[in-house]
């Protein structure tokens, strides 16, 4: 079911719900809609009909974690690359952090997300990719086509169009969501 916005979703929203941190659970559908899980979690549920959205008052409260997976299941439904792309701004390959992610918005769109992050003694970093795909598949840590046998991404051998095993990256693509404090990874 998870396709590749729809697994950066969900490892955004577990990595809150891990910390309890329910109210920095929220993300913008693609008409621009902020779908925020502490009012699902009041029992609001989605009316939408066209491009209109609004919440409607439908169930109890519920804050158990069954009751998130349904509310993260409706954010698929809605939002995609498109809009995670517009929730999220640009930074430079330098500045590149765990939970950062490689994007193209829009229909045909993907995202790859920062895994993690080494960096040697110089300060030379690289970065394990990993993603969803569509049609929906498990999520996974991408190999690096320039060396099958690491799958780490050197800083020093990107160029554009940055190259993954299925999908190309163009100049500017490394966002990082604004909904993400990557100050908590270390």
Partial sequence: MQQC?????????EYYWSLGEFESIA???TNGFLMEYSKWRGGNRLEV???TVRWVKRAGYDDTYEGFRKYIEQVYVYAGTLSLYNESHAIALEDIQAGDMFIRGGSSGHVVLVLDIA???SGKKCFL???GYMPAEDFHVLKNPLHPDDPWYYSSEIKYPLRTPEYSFGDGSIRSWNGLNTSDYK
């Fill in 129 to 131: 990719l990993g993603q």
């Fill in 27 to 29: 993300f913008h559908l």
């Fill in 49 to 51: 009909s066209g491009n």
């Fill in 5 to 13: 916005a729809d697994s950066v979703m969900r490892i955004y929203g």
């Fill in 119 to 121: 960096e040697d003694a």
